[in-house]
């Protein structure tokens, strides 16, 4: 535990201000092969011509790959723990997102592979289209996805995430005070400064080189082998060097595609997106809409808190899922509320399939709870920080589903704001430590909820 | 026509409108300039030309016939860092690194045109510049290190808020 | 790698003049800072491009009150310049951009649904400069409010300008350099005491204010009358509301910038 409250010099630092860091797009393969793709230029419709013929014929044109090459072109992110598959790795009868891949290239430059791509001859009948996550959870809005305008696949056949804790309309019924809000995070793209990348060699023993970006290698590997339907050891993932992913590169972008080119082609592949096409086509950090309401004392308990929450997974699910059981085990903050009705439902929409970023599912719902905070306080004429430092998580205090906290920080990282911005406290605030509610300091509606720490 | 690359003499095939970033990286394997956005707006790219900082991602090479061009492998190798690279290092200035060629580049510049610690006037400097990684302050803080003059002993790093100076390989 | 046939390296004007002909079929690289990034993606591809880096138009001179700025001066080169032209210079793009921008480019750069980059149109419409162009029927010289209206198929050479007794330039903050300017005012005041206003992100390129002009002894009139004399638009820096209430500030601004100045 050498390492834990020191200063550890970085082990790549010194690669990094020599130029000596090896990054994907600096591995030297000779006779590689750019990729492009052909996206979708609409955010919904049906394609009903696709003729690669002219692209095929092209000289330097090395491979064209559509949906009808793909061993198994469906296959979810979240397949291998039994989830079906939504999204299909090329488009083939339908797009539902601007960007989404409907052919790649392999030719033997940047611009033939362009021109490639350019040539290929495809027609679109256009659809409507949503671009709202509330009004896509509309009943009468289009219908834009097999599965319906919602995620049904979790658990128990549920059709969202949900969480019942204690007894919400008791809560309600005690409140001096609801407090209502609507909090709706807008999409943020994670840009990194190196776009998605990969370059891919077959080799001469049948197996597949792979030189990848990924934030998730062995997943990234899984996603490969399931969708060429090969077995693990017929690839080999060289990674470790991320030029930046914060979460954008957990989703296997590039990898699959550059594949399939390498082995159809016989030949090296590299794709490289454009910053263009980082910014339009990768998935980026979801749009929220989050509603809630909490029921309060006057003296700034918090009893209970109702919540909706719609998660914009854009057009396919990808690990949204994830993402919105997350966000539901962390939606009261790092604070305790007794009684919880929560609905978290992962919505599509005909926007870029969304996904991690930093804290995924976690920093919407703690941005809406912080903010929520300070208008209760507001509202009730307390100072924000008593209201969080009542509310705050002790030991022996539940998560909301059901985690006993052991060791929660909040108090003492409210104290230490405090200090930090010179916010005077009152001494029962100031010397408040994450032990147990005190029975002076718990209110009676509490008592009966939280119930004797002890027991514990 | 001919490009000086960190003291080397090259005859330069590419066509000329090729990029500078590219004739570096494809043709000549000069691999520490970064493509980050191919647009100027980022700045993982920029290399010295003749002294002064540019974004090689926007110079038609067929401009610079004769030039002189300094990139990260043109500063000091692993045991020879030049200050500049042994204050990014001391300060963890770069985190996944891929911006800190280009901004090595800009702060050499800056330096040596007479540069000082002052923060606004490092930040004036650099402020094309993207790192996602960093937040900022610890590039700012090795640039006016180095411009200050510091030396550094790359066993220790710089201090922190709340951890003090210590190397985790002591034992 | 660019695919491109013919490319021009004139290493004077007048190969320059020689080389752009009419200008029909050529693609002019200044700085390139707009026309490379084009290129390289594959956005344009010219069959024949005309690079000015060697073509000598890159000269600054002051020649007692009269400014003449080359077309492929870079604009590093006039951040010291008085106002409006300096500090609007300055607030372009970072010092890399600044040292690879080119006035003419920045003049000639695309209007449009574009954010608008031509951000020294507004500054030197403000000191009346007259710039020199080539192209078909030779070389011109005409006011620049003239030139802005047609630019298409001319190579600038250089503008030339008297030095106003004051200057000033007001513009919306830029949150970081990679911004463009979202709406910004120059003002010139000459010394027979005329003044001159000017907007850059007001329009789809920069554009005189007369009505505020006429108004300027009066700066919250002006600021009120210049709403007459834009069409603001929608983009992606800023609604046409936002422009609308940002112009009648950014004039009272320049306008008491000049007086004090
Ligand atoms: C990161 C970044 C930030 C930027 N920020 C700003 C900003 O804040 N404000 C701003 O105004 N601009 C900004 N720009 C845009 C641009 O850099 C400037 O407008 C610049 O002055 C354009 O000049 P250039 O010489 O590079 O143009 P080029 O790219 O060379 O040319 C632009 C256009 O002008 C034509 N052209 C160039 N020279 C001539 C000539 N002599 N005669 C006729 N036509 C010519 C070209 O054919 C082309 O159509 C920014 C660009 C980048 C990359
Ligand atoms: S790659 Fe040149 S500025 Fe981004
Ligand atoms: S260190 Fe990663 S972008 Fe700067």
């Known amino acids: 535990m050498k390492a834990v409250g020191a200063r550890v010099p970085r082990y790549d630092g010194v690669a990094h201000v020599t130029g000596r860091t090896v990054f994907v797009e600096d591995v030297e393969i000779p006779g590689v092969a750019w990729v492009k793709a052909l996206r979708s230029p609409h955010h919904h419709a049906t394609i009903t011509k696709l003729d690669t013929r002219p692209a095929e014929q092209m000289k330097g044109v090395r491979a064209v790959v559509t949906a009808a090459d793909v061993p198994l072109n469906v296959y979810g992110h979240l397949s291998a723990l039994g989830i079906p598959g939504d999204e299909p790795l090329l488009a083939d009868a339908e797009v539902r997102y601007l960007g989404q891949p409907i052919a790649v290239v392999a030719a033997d430059d940047e611009q033939t592979a362009q021109a490639a791509v350019d040539a290929i001859e495809i027609e679109f009948e256009e659809r409507p289209a949503l671009f709202d996550v509330r009004k896509a959870f509309d009943p009468d809005a289009p219908q834009i996805h097999q599965w319906g305008n919602w995620y049904p696949h979790f658990e128990a056949g549920m059709d969202r995430r949900q969480i019942r804790k204690g007894d919400i309309d008791a809560a309600f019924a005690q409140a001096d005070v609801i407090v209502q809000g609507v909090y709706r995070p807008a999409a943020i793209e994670q840009l990194p400064l190196e776009t998605q990348v990969c370059q891919v060699v077959p080799e001469a023993n049948g197996r597949l080189t792979i030189y990848s970006c990924t934030q998730a290698l062995y997943f990234s590997m899984g996603v490969v082998a399931a969708h060429l339907q090969q077995p693990l050891n017929k690839f080999k993932f060289v990674g470790g060097t991320v030029g930046g992913g914060f979460g954008g590169k957990v989703d296997t972008a590039t990898e699959t595609l550059c594949s399939l080119l390498a082995l159809k082609s016989g030949r090296p592949t590299k794709w490289r997106w454009t910053r263009e096409e980082e910014f339009l086509c990768s998935s980026t950090r979801a749009p929220w809409h989050m509603e809630m309401a909490d029921a309060v004392t006057k003296d700034g308990w918090i009893l209970g808190r109702r919540m909706i929450t719609l998660h914009d997974s854009g057009a396919y699910a990808r690990f949204s899922p994830y993402g919105v059981t997350k966000h539901a085990f962390h939606h009261t903050g790092a604070y305790t509320i007794p009684n919880l009705h929560f609905d978290g439902w992962c919505v599509f929409t005909n926007r870029t399939p969304t996904s991690a970023m930093r804290g995924f599912g976690v920093t919407s719902v703690s941005f809406a709870t912080e903010t929520h905070l300070s208008r209760i306080a507001e509202e009730l004429g307390i100072d924000p920080f008593e209201l969080r430092l009542k509310n705050a998580n002790r030991i022996g205090d539940t998560s909301p589903n059901g985690v006993v906290y052991t060791d929660p920080s909040t108090v003492p990282t409210i104290l230490a704001i405090a200090d930090h911005l010179g916010h005077e406290l009152p001494a029962d605030y100031r010397t408040m430590t994450s032990e147990p509610r005190s029975d002076g300091l718990l209110p009676e509606h509490l008592v009966a909820q939280v119930g004797n720490p002890e027991d514990h | ?171 | 790698m660019p695919a491109v046939t013919d490319v021009l390296l004139p290493a004077s004007p007048d190969e320059a003049v020689a080389a752009f002909g009419d200008g029909s079929g050529v693609t002019v690289i200044g700085g390139g800072t707009i026309v490379m990034p084009d290129i390289t993606a594959g956005r344009i591809r010219p069959a024949r491009t005309l690079l000015l880096a060697r073509a000598g138009l890159a000269g600054i001179t002051h020649e007692g009150s009269t400014v003449t700025l080359g077309a492929m001066a870079p604009l590093q080169g006039l951040v010291d310049l008085p106002a409006p032209v300096g500090p609007c210079a300055g607030n372009v793009a970072d010092l890399e951009i600044r040292l690879q921008a080119t006035v003419g480019g920045n003049l000639c750069s695309g209007e449009g649904a574009e954010a608008p980059r031509g951000d020294l149109q507004g500054p030197l419409l403000a000191v009346g400069a007259q710039i020199r162009s080539a192209g078909s029927g030779g070389i011109t010289t005409e006011p620049l409010e003239d030139f802005l209206g047609h630019r298409r198929g001319r190579l600038v050479l250089d503008l030339t300008y008297e030095e106003p007794a004051a200057g000033a330039f007001a513009a919306v903050d830029r949150p970081h350099t990679h911004a463009y300017t979202t709406l910004a005012v120059s003002a010139a005041r000459t010394s027979d005491g005329t003044i001159r206003l000017a907007a850059t992100g007001a329009g789809w390129w920069g554009i005189r204010l007369p009505s505020a002009e006429a108004a300027a002894a009066d700066p919250a009139a002006a600021g009120a009358a210049a709403l007459k004399d834009v069409k603001l638009h929608d983009d992606a820096l800023a609604s046409a509301w936002y422009r609308e209430q940002a112009l009648p500030v950014l004039v009272r601004r320049a306008l008491a910038r000049l007086e004090e100045s």
């Open chain 2, 1 to 171: 026509m001919n490009l000086n690359v960190n003291g080397r003499t090259h005859e330069i095939e590419s066509p000329p409108l090729t990029t500078l970033l590219d004739v570096l990286r494809e043709e000549l394997g000069v691999h520490s300039p970064k493509v980050g956005c191919e647009q100027g707006g980022c700045g993982a790219c920029t290399v010295l030309v003749d002294g002064a900082p540019r974004r090689s991602c926007l110079l038609p090479v067929a401009a610079l016939d004769g030039a002189e061009i300094t990139t990260v492998e043109g500063l000091g190798a692993a045991e020879h860092l030049e200050p500049v690279q042994a204050a990014f290092v001391h300060h963890y200035a770069a985190q996944c690194g891929f911006c800190t060629s280009g901004l090595l580049m800009a702060a050499t510049a800056y330096i040596a045109n007479g540069g000082t610690d002052d923060r606004e006037a490092i930040a004036e400097a650099l402020g094309g510049h993207v790192c996602r990684c960093t937040g900022y302050v610890k590039i700012v803080d090795a640039v006016a290190a180095a411009a200050r003059g510091d030396e550094f002993d790359l066993s220790v790093t710089a201090a922190g808020l709340f951890t003090t100076t210590m190397s985790g390989g002591a034992a």
